[in-house]
Structures are given as C-alpha cells and as structure tokens.
Nanobody, 125 residues
Framework: QVRLVESGGGLVQPGGSLRLSCAAS????????VGWFRQAPGKEREFVTA????????LYADSVKGRFTISRDNAKNTFYLQMYSLKPGDTAVYYC??????????????????WGQGTQVTVSS
C-alpha cells in the first residue's frame, strides 16, 4: 500500500505561482504512474496532469497546458505540481494520486488506486 500526503496549497493572487508536493510512504513510487486532480465545490473531480513510471511521458489537461508542470523525484519518493500564471478558475482542492505500473497514462480518476487527502488552492485578489 502507498500513502500519499499533499502539501503546499494556499492563497495566491491571480498571476501568482505555487508548488504542491506529494510525499509517498509505504512503497517506492518508482513503479507507479502519478498524477494530480482537482475538485471545485459542486463539480466533478478533474484531471490535471500525470507522469509515467517507466519513462518521461506526461499528460496535461488543456486548461493547464503551458502553465503547470508535473515532476517527480523517485529518490525522495515525492512528486510535485509547479503552477504558474494562476487564474481564479484554478481554485480547487488538489489531490495527488498513484496507479501501479500502467501500460498507459490515464485521465480518469477511477483508474487510480491511491489518493492523498487534498490541499486547498485559492486564487483570488
């Protein structure tokens, strides 16, 4: 089993930046594809980005492409979401997630086995 804990959320003005971290424990994330999702009140959980376990492949939602970057440090058992040029529409609870050894990356949250507790990101002036 893998336990995931997000951190780094907070309040930021439009145009600002934040970096979220997801610390894993229990198992190495080396054999897990990892991702980030977000959920605003009254809305379904939305795919943000994912990173493959077995190579450099990444996926991004169109809404964040060019502004957000996913990265991972397997030696630290941690992965990250770097967010730039934040917009009010980015306001949500952000969740990190992991999926063991998939052959392809997934955008559907139902494909992910392990989830963090969420961290709030609020973009407001």
């Amino acid at each position: 089993q893998v336990r995931l804990v997000e951190s780094g959320g907070g309040l930021v003005q439009p145009g600002g930046s934040l970096r979220l971290s997801c610390a894993a424990s229990g198992r190495s994330i080396s054999y897990y594809s990892v991702g980030w999702f977000r959920q605003a009140p009254g809305k379904e959980r939305e795919f943000v980005t994912a990173s493959a376990w077995d190579g450099p492949t990444t996926l991004y939602a169109d809404s964040v492409k060019g502004r957000f970057t996913i990265s991972r440090d397997n030696a630290k058992n941690t992965f990250y979401l770097q967010m730039y040029s934040l917009k009010p529409g980015d306001t949500a609870v952000y969740y990190c997630a992991a999926e063991w050894g998939p052959s392809v990356l997934h955008r559907d949250p139902r494909d992910y086995e392990y989830w963090g507790q969420g961290t709030q990101v609020t973009v407001s002036s």
